[in-house]
């Protein structure tokens, strides 16, 4: 099985400032997605940034954006200019390109935005 | 409005009763999926269905079963809930490509 790792449980910002949230996966494959999706206290999914492991251009949606690293499997998400509506937990996930459907998520990321 | 639906939202329910909860989507997705979330272990995948009567086990699928009679549905049935099924379920539905999907407003189920 795939796995995917968030080495920080919990990370926190100052307004209007950038934070780097990290995440590392486990593969064999060459052909994959990668996403960062938000979970703000309503509970909802809600998808921030998709990345397809075959394109060289990082993945931008207005303030986030990721650093992709295939060679290294790692998968940052950066949000600029924080927002106090950024604060939430956030999960970083794989799904192998040919597998239909089977997603892989890692333990998530609390961040905190400081006013 | 394209969403997915989930029911109950909450739920208490006793050791052994069955019980299943119920997932709609109204865009036409053939990708289905059932998650089970718990705190610091993130999202995992129960069971998905790639498509009518086609269904396959996630990395969880002990004490859950599944159906998928209509494209639009994919129930969670729970034959004989137990305390560690207590957690929070999410639905989720995407097209054939995977590369967006779109969540349920989760359950929150506890069996005593």
């Known amino acids: 099985a795939q796995t995917v790792t968030q080495s920080q449980p919990e990370m926190s910002v100052q307004e209007a400032e950038t934070v780097t949230l990290s995440c590392t996966y486990d593969t064999s494959e060459s052909d994959y997605y990668l996403f960062w999706y938000k979970q703000p206290p309503s509970r909802q999914m809600i998808l921030v940034i998709r990345q397809e492991a075959y394109k060289q251009q990082n993945a931008t949606e207005n303030r986030f954006s990721v650093n992709f690293q295939k060679a290294a499997k790692s998968f940052s998400l950066k949000i600029s200019d924080s927002q106090l509506g950024d604060a939430a937990m956030y999960f970083c996930a794989y799904r192998y390109a040919n597998t239909g459907n089977q997603f892989y998520f890692g333990t998530g990321t609390s961040l905190t935005v400081i006013p | 409005e394209a969403q997915v639906t989930q029911n109950p939202r909450y739920l208490i329910t006793v050791t052994g009763k069955k019980l299943t909860v119920t997932c709609s989507q109204n865009?036409?997705?053939?990708?289905m999926s059932w998650y089970r979330q718990d705190p610091g272990l993130g999202l995992r995948q129960i069971y998905y269905?790639?498509?009518?009567?086609?269904?396959d086990k996630g990395d969880v699928p002990e004490g859950y079963k599944v159906s998928r009679k209509e494209k639009r549905n994919f129930p969670l049935i729970l034959e004989s809930p137990s305390p560690n099924q207590t957690s929070l379920y999410f639905c989720a539905s995407s097209t054939w490509t995977g590369n967006t999907q779109y969540f349920g407003p989760g359950t929150r189920l506890t069996v005593l």
């Open positions: 269905s790639m498509n009518v009567e086609v269904t």
């Open positions: 865009m036409n997705h053939e990708y």
